[in-house]
């Protein structure tokens, strides 16, 4: 990492998402070892990185992307080979909590969002977000289903669906769903009114739907959103990061684009790499969707939450988390 072509490459480079990549996908996806350590080799990690200016928005008349001498016709091969094995990474840097401590700091986190310990075994916020494509329709959606931890950073997505289809028809097409890993026993996940409120086979907890009766149901409603509030937050933040990506109509590979982007976003955070979300619009879902399915209803857990909110203190602001989550 000290050869001549870096240091010019380093120079020149000022976006430090870029070099953090850069550093990772050279230690995560290995050069060719077949390749000795000349400038050759270094020089074979280019493409990478001219990749992920194309994905930070970069135009290809860039100063810092001419550097790369790479042909603008050469441009979309060399971003979807990058971002194949950028995708191959995925399981290793976006993944459901390992251990039930990761789980119990993650719930904690959540109460914390919330203000309430009523909201102690919510095990992340699930939504959905569209992505314009480019075909013979002109400009219609793909949809990505995302769940997020306290900190924005997803622990799972799912991406291909048409843009019209209902979120809740995505989520009962996903693995997450008719697998029913996760979350485990007596937690839930937090979600809008566009999805049912479920018990089994994936714990979903929604807000009460307007307009709402009563005090205690407003103020149960209040906790939940400000949870919740966490994936629309990860979400705004990954467009503003790869604003070129979502800001405009994508022609090739959607998919893989889209979980790159998502892999690449938990990196930056991981790093530090903290940005200000972009204006992610609110959906006024109110319906449940496809009524079929809710196998067992979560109602009674609903009420169950909503009995806590009303009879439990609230707990202490977590500042530190919600710095960090841009809340306060």
């Known amino acids: 990492m000290t050869s001549p072509v870096h240091y010019c490459i380093y120079s020149v480079v000022t976006f430090t998402p870029v070099r953090y990549f850069y550093l990772y996908l050279e230690s995560g996806l ?20 001219r990749s992920l200016c194309f994905l930070s928005g970069w135009p290809a008349e860039h100063p810092s992307v001419l550097l790369f001498a790479i042909p603008r016709s050469t441009v979309h091969r060399i971003v979807h080979r990058v971002t194949e094995e950028v995708v191959a990474i995925l399981h290793q840097v976006i993944h459901l909590p390992r251990t039930p401590e990761d789980l119990d700091a993650m719930s904690h986190r959540f109460a914390g969002l919330a203000r309430h310990i009523a909201f102690l075994k919510a095990a992340g916020a699930i939504d959905c977000c569209h992505v314009r ?15 997020c931890d306290h900190q924005d950073r997803f622990i799972s997505t799912y991406v291909g669906w048409s843009g019209s289809v209902h979120d809740s028809r995505v989520l009962h097409n996903s693995p997450l769903y008719w697998q029913a890993i996760y979350p485990p026993p007596v937690h839930f996940i937090l979600t809008d009114g566009g999805y049912p409120c479920l018990q ?10 307007r307009p709402v009766q009563g005090v205690g149901a407003q103020r149960f409603n209040s906790h939940h959103s400000r949870a919740r509030s966490i994936i629309e937050h990860a979400f705004g933040m990954m467009k503003t990061r790869f604003h070129a990506i979502f800001l405009r109509a994508l022609e090739v590979h959607h998919t893989f684009l889209i979980a790159a982007c998502a892999v690449l976003h938990n990196i930056c955070l991981g790093v530090g790499d903290i940005v200000a979300p972009g204006d992610e619009p609110k959906d006024d879902v109110q319906d449940e969707g496809e009524t079929g399915l809710e196998a067992v209803s979560g109602a009674l857990w609903q009420d169950q939450l909503f009995a806590e909110v009303s009879a439990l203190e609230e707990v202490p602001l977590d500042h530190n988390c919600c710095e960090q989550a841009g809340i306060l």
């Not at 290995?30 to 990185?49: C, D, I, N």
């Not at 494509?133 to 769940?147: D, T, V």
């Open 200 to 209: 089994h086979p994936l714990p979903l907890i929604t807000p009460y739907k």
């Open 30 to 49: 290995q050069l060719p070892e077949s390749q000795p350590h000349t400038a050759s080799r270094y020089m074979a990690g280019v493409p990478q990185l």
């Open 133 to 147: 494509i480019k075909n013979r329709k002109l400009f219609p959606s793909i949809l990505q289903q995302a769940i």
